[in-house]
């Protein structure tokens, strides 16, 4: 099956610095991606739908520049989580959709904001 | 908000024991996917159903959907101690463009 890469899968950062995720599509092209946060214990929250070469589509309640979404390729997507506070501690997962419909996802980043 | 049900919650069983899961959604879907989460690990594709169909298996996975009770259940057979995860239901919600909607997951614990 398509693989998705997710990177980094852990992150610690102190309080005021922006850290960024990226999600790669490594052998299809995605012109959409989204972009899920799961609490522990919880189901996956949409947080955004990114797409290519345009303004990334955001859920409510989140807040753009808050999570800075860029879809600069085919295969390529980043979150960045900016000024974090220890309540943007989460994990963030990543899925990219092929031609058929199917979403893949990646293995998901730990951040933890100190 | 669009967000499925799942239940139970969490269901323990013992190897060589079937589980069955359920979910349960709100409004019309293109097709829906069960998806395996280990513990703070990304999410693993199962099986897609798609709105026209009834019944769908992979492997030891028995999938069924009822659009008129906009429910599905996940079985597995013959369970083994590797099962252990967290399943979620996701929906694709006519013309939202395949974004999806992930259910609330049931815990899964097989014991030998």
């Known amino acids: 099956g398509a693989v998705v890469s997710q990177h980094p899968s852990r992150v610690i950062c102190k309080s005021g610095t922006s850290v960024k995720i990226e999600c790669r599509s490594l052998?299809?092209?995605?012109?959409?991606m989204f972009w899920y946060r799961q609490f522990p214990k919880k189901s996956l929250m949409l947080m955004a739908t990114?797409?290519?070469?345009?303004?990334?589509?955001?859920e409510q309640g989140v807040e753009k520049d808050k999570f800075l979404i860029n879809h600069a390729s085919l295969t390529l997507s980043t979150l960045t989580v900016t000024s974090a506070h220890p309540e943007d501690s989460s994990f963030y997962i990543c899925?990219?959709?092929?031609?058929?419909?199917?979403?893949?996802f990646g293995q998901g980043t730990r951040l933890t904001v100190v | 908000s669009q967000q499925g049900e799942e239940d139970p919650q969490a269901l323990s069983i013992q190897e060589g024991e079937n589980a069955t899961m359920n979910c349960s959604y709100k409004t019309s879907i293109n097709n829906l996917q069960w998806y395996r989460q280990n513990s703070g690990r990304g999410l693993v594709h199962l099986i897609l159903?798609?709105?026209?169909?009834r019944e769908k298996h992979s492997g030891r996975l028995r999938v069924t959907l009822d659009t008129s009770k906009k429910s599905s259940s996940l079985l597995i057979t013959a369970s083994r101690a590797a099962d252990t995860a967290s399943y979620f239901c996701?929906?694709?919600?006519?013309?939202?463009?395949?974004?999806?909607?992930f259910g609330t997951g049931t815990r899964l614990q097989v014991t030998l």
């Open positions: 899925s990219a959709r092929d031609l058929d419909g199917e979403a893949f």
């Open positions: 159903i798609r709105s026209n169909e």
């Open positions: 052998d299809f092209q995605a012109t959409t």
């Open positions: 996701a929906t694709a919600y006519t013309g939202t463009a395949s974004k999806l909607t």
């Open positions: 990114s797409n290519e070469g345009s303004k990334a589509t955001y």
